[in-house]
């Protein structure tokens, strides 16, 4: 749908040049920030994923945090 015959069609390139801008916009905010509201959103979301996989390893705790299931043969 984007590309055809191996080049990318006007609509993906256009895909292409938007998400370069919004990587350009994202790490400009990090680098040379104007205000410090976008660190706070990076770190509140950091501290979320921080804590999800923190809940994981605790209820994962059996086997050495690895899921173990019993295999039958022919099913």
Same mark, same amino acid.
């Given at each position: ?19 370069? @801008? /919004?990587? $350009?916009? +994202? ?6 920030? @104007? /205000?410090? $509201?976008? +660190? ?36």
């Amino acid at each position: 749908m984007f590309s055809r015959n191996g080049n990318p069609t006007p609509l993906g390139q256009a895909f292409a040049e938007y998400g370069r @801008i /919004d990587k $350009t916009l +994202h790490l400009l905010s990090i680098l040379d920030p @104007i /205000d410090d $509201t976008y +660190h706070r959103k990076l770190n509140k979301q950091l501290t979320v994923q921080e804590s999800r996989h923190r809940l994981a390893r605790k209820i994962c705790h059996g086997g050495g945090g690895q899921i173990r299931q019993a295999y039958r043969e022919g099913q």
